[in-house]
């Protein structure tokens, strides 16, 4: 009964595997269910925030603010927002092979590309590419605070006011449901292009109380928002991605610890048949 | 066309969309009527009351900590730091959170969180002004009108 003693141990293993999956599949639901609400909230704020900057990109004001300035681009930075823990799936897979893509484009183009990264896998990843990385910030956290982000977005936004880049492209996982979530890059700055909706000839707000005031607050605003968003989005995509891989693994587990039942039981049966065999001829022999 | 589209959100949700025919805000320098076909303006908000008038005359009324304002000849978007309607404001509990507000405010007179505690204590009047003005719970002496 070796071969049947064997095939016990790789059973209870794999059990084992799966217990673990399980349990990672219920955290993940329930985080996930917690991260998703969190994204519905923040949500409308960042897309009315959007909304409004398409505007503010769209109206010619007096006032020249130093990050409404749309150069040529020669260097560019890619903000790059990953998970801290991998086991979900392709996740940071997409949003790195997406940020790698755009990198050698952007070579190919001959602009020169440096790159500032959120989470723990995208640190390691850049590390082990040895890209130039201006900025970090691993680990993220479950709940990353708007103070946390705001050195990496500071940090990045001060090259583009001092003219150091040109362009800043934001690189996350975009949460389409449960099942799907999406790589997108994104501008950060220079403002998102104007939709069709907007007046084409030259016109300006009147601010309250001044332009400066105003277009640096919300410019702030925009910047700290928008980037927290797209952490708040592929955190969301980081669980529930967690959270379908880890069902696919307790499913995997689940049909290995089946055809390892019925390897056994056939082999259980085949020993018997064999001794049985053994026993009638032994007796026809006598 | 005589109406605007309006969206008014905070951080964590959106508190009205729909159309209305006035929007009155609290603007820095005081508080500034809208009416649709207004030139673009784009400006900051403190704390007070913000109303919103629909065709039928019915106005709604909120209450936003400070924020932005963007006005377009159809469209306006409110983006409130903090901001609630004021049928959701619990008055008790405004008039209290005034009272705290103010303690703290006294407190910290002369240390370096003063600034912070008189603006608390400035949202939090401004939220239960908002409270007794537009939606009041309790029934109390109306102050005299200025006028």
Redesign the interface.
């Known amino acids: 009964m070796a071969r049947g003693k064997e095939i016990r141990t790789k059973i209870r293993s794999v059990q084992s595997t799966q217990k673990i999956t399980r349990a990672m599949q219920t955290v993940a639901a329930a985080k996930m269910r917690k991260a998703q609400e969190r994204m519905r ?2 949500r ?2 960042v897309e ?2 959007v ?2 900057m398409r ?2 990109r769209a ?1 010619h004001p007096e006032y020249r603010h130093p990050l409404l300035a749309v150069r040529p681009v020669r260097r560019a930075t890619l903000l790059v927002v990953t998970s801290d823990r991998g086991l979900a799936g392709a996740l940071n897979v997409n949003v790195l092979r997406a940020a790698v893509g755009l990198l050698k484009e952007w070579e190919g183009a001959g602009i020169q590309g440096d790159v500032a990264v959120l989470g723990n896998k995208g640190a390691a990843y850049f590390r082990r590419l040895e890209a130039p990385v201006v900025a970090q910030l691993a680990p993220l956290g479950d709940h990353p605070s708007l103070q946390s982000i705001a050195g990496v977005v500071k940090v990045v936004v001060d090259a583009y006011r001092k003219e150091r880049v040109d362009r800043i492209v934001l690189v996350y996982n975009r949460f389409e449901n449960t099942m799907s979530q999406v790589a997108v890059t994104e501008d950060l700055l220079p403002l998102p292009e104007p939709g069709p909706d ?1 007046d084409r000839h030259r ?7 001044e332009a400066q ?3 640096s ?2 410019l702030a ?1 925009y910047l700290e ?1 928008r980037v927290r968003g797209a952490v708040i989005e592929n955190l969301a995509s980081e669980q529930s991605a967690r959270m379908v891989a880890m069902r696919a693994a307790t499913d995997n587990a689940g049909r290995l610890i089946g055809d390892l039942k019925l390897a056994y039981n056939k082999a259980r049966q085949a020993a018997i048949t064999q001794e049985i065999a053994e026993i009638v001829g032994g007796a026809s022999a006598v | 066309m005589d109406d605007f589209h309006v ?1 008014i ?6 508190l009205f969309s729909g159309d209305a025919t006035l929007v009155v805000a609290p ?3 005081g508080e ?1 009527g809208f009416l649709p076909g207004h ?6 908000l403190k704390a007070g009351a913000l109303r919103v008038q629909d065709a039928s005359g019915d106005e709604q009324a909120f209450y936003v900590s400070g924020g ?1 304002i ?1 006005v ?1 000849p159809h469209h306006i ?1 409110v ?1 409130a730091d903090v901001g609630e309607r004021a049928a959701d404001i619990d008055e008790a509990l405004a008039a209290r959170a005034v009272e705290e507000a103010a303690r703290r405010a006294e407190e910290q007179a002369g240390k370096t969180d003063y600034a912070h505690a008189q603006a608390e204590l400035a949202q939090a009047s401004a939220r239960l002004a908002v409270v007794r003005r537009y939606h009041p719970q309790i029934p109390h002496r109306a102050p005299g009108r200025i006028r």
């Open positions: 909230a923040a409308p704020y009315s925030l909304g409004i505007h503010i109206a907007v016109w300006d707000y009147l601010y309250e109380p005031d105003v277009l607050d919300i605003r928002t | 969206d959100v905070n951080a964590e949700r959106s603007l820095r320098d500034a030139s673009p303006l784009l400006a900051a932005f963007e377009q978007t983006l």
